[in-house]
């Protein structure tokens, strides 16, 4: 084989490939991203003001761990912040009568429920038949919890003032010595 053909076939994967990483990392949406989008989405559909840290942490949880649909009681579901008490109630309705959904254009046939209200909660949302449920066992919420531990410990070496001894004679002259 000629080394120009192979220089040549080497070069044009390289241009290849210079031309399609770009493509595709713009495509690929982190979790960051996405939770900004619906902050910035729900802050401009409400004039209320709210602190931003919190309802990002909030979002972050409901992304690592989507609400399942076909078992979520109505105070799950207003934890999404996006659907109101009457798209709540139809949603639970719906799913009653027709034992669950299966995907989230089955939601799209429901009154109230539009393509971008959809498109606002597909990241924080699953629709499992059956939720699974686990043990509590003290290892997993460990290994698997989200845990903080604060601890404050203060020890006085002398003692105070306050707490010394002082006689009869001198409590009367001065009651509020203690």
Do not use: C, W
């Not at 979520?72 to 034992?99: M, S, V």
């Not at 629709?127 to 919890?145: A, I, N, P």
């Amino acid at each position: 084989m000629d080394i120009r053909y192979l220089h040549k076939i080497f070069i044009s994967l390289i241009l290849s490939l210079i031309i399609i990483s770009p493509a595709y990392s713009q495509s690929d949406i982190t979790a960051k991203e996405i939770i900004n989008q619906r902050i910035e989405e729900l802050s401009a559909k409400t004039d209320m003001e709210f602190d931003f840290s919190e309802i990002y942490e909030h979002f972050l949880e409901l992304y690592e761990h989507p609400i399942n649909i076909n078992t979520a009681d109505a105070e799950e579901l207003r934890t999404l912040l996006f659907l109101n008490d009457n798209q709540i109630a139809i949603l639970i309705d719906a799913r009653n009568k027709n034992g669950g959904f299966q995907t989230i254009y089955e939601l799209k046939e429901l009154d109230g429920f539009y393509i971008n209200l959809l498109k606002d909660i597909e990241p924080f949302i699953t629709f499992d038949k059956t939720e699974k449920k686990e043990k509590l066992q003290l290892s997993r919420m460990l290994k698997y919890g989200k845990n903080q531990v604060i601890v404050r410990y203060g020890r006085v070496l002398e003692d105070q003032k306050g707490y010394a001894p002082i006689s009869d004679q001198e409590l009367a002259a001065n009651p509020n010595r203690r």
